[in-house]
C-alpha cells in the first residue's frame, strides 16, 4: 500500500502543481526557457503524472482485487526505478539542485528487489 500511496501522491503533484514540479520540485530552472520551452517541459511533467496515476491504479486494483499480481508489479516498480537510474546518467537533465526523485532512484531499485523476493519466498514449506 505504501508503494500505491507514494506513487499516487506523486501523480497529483505533477498532473496539478502550475509547473509540474519540474522547477518546484525537480528544480528544473524553466523560469530561464522561452515561455514555449517551459510549457513544453511542464507538459511533459504532465503526462508523467498521468502515466504515474494509471500505474497508482493498478498498483491499488492489484492489491485490493488481484493479489497474485503483487510480485509482477513489484518487478515492474524495479524495472522502472533502474531504468531511471539508466536515463539519469545517460540523459542528463539541467536542474539547479538535487532532484529528490534522483535521490530515491537506487534506494527503490533496491528495495523493489527485495520486496520481489519476499514476495515469491514461500519459506519451509511443511510435509
Request: no cysteine; glycine share 10%.
Amino acid at each position: 500500500y505504501a508503494l500505491t500511496a507514494l506513487t499516487l501522491w506523486r501523480s497529483q503533484h505533477h498532473l496539478f502543481e502550475y509547473d509540474g514540479g519540474a522547477q518546484s520540485i525537480a528544480t528544473i530552472p524553466i523560469d530561464t526557457y522561452s515561455s514555449s520551452a517551459a510549457e513544453t517541459v511542464v507538459g511533459i511533467f504532465g503526462l508523467w503524472g498521468l502515466s504515474q496515476l494509471i500505474i497508482g491504479l493498478i498498483y491499488m486494483l492489484a492489491a485490493i482485487r488481484y493479489r497474485a499480481l503483487i510480485p509482477f508489479l513489484y518487478l515492474l516498480f524495479t524495472f522502472e526505478y533502474g531504468m531511471r537510474l539508466w536515463v539519469g546518467a545517460n540523459k542528463t537533465i539541467e536542474t539547479e539542485g538535487t532532484a529528490p526523485g534522483s535521490m530515491i532512484n537506487l534506494p527503490f531499485m533496491i528495495v523493489g528487489v527485495v520486496l520481489f523476493a519476499l514476495s515469491i519466498w514461500r519459506g519451509k514449506e511443511k510435509s
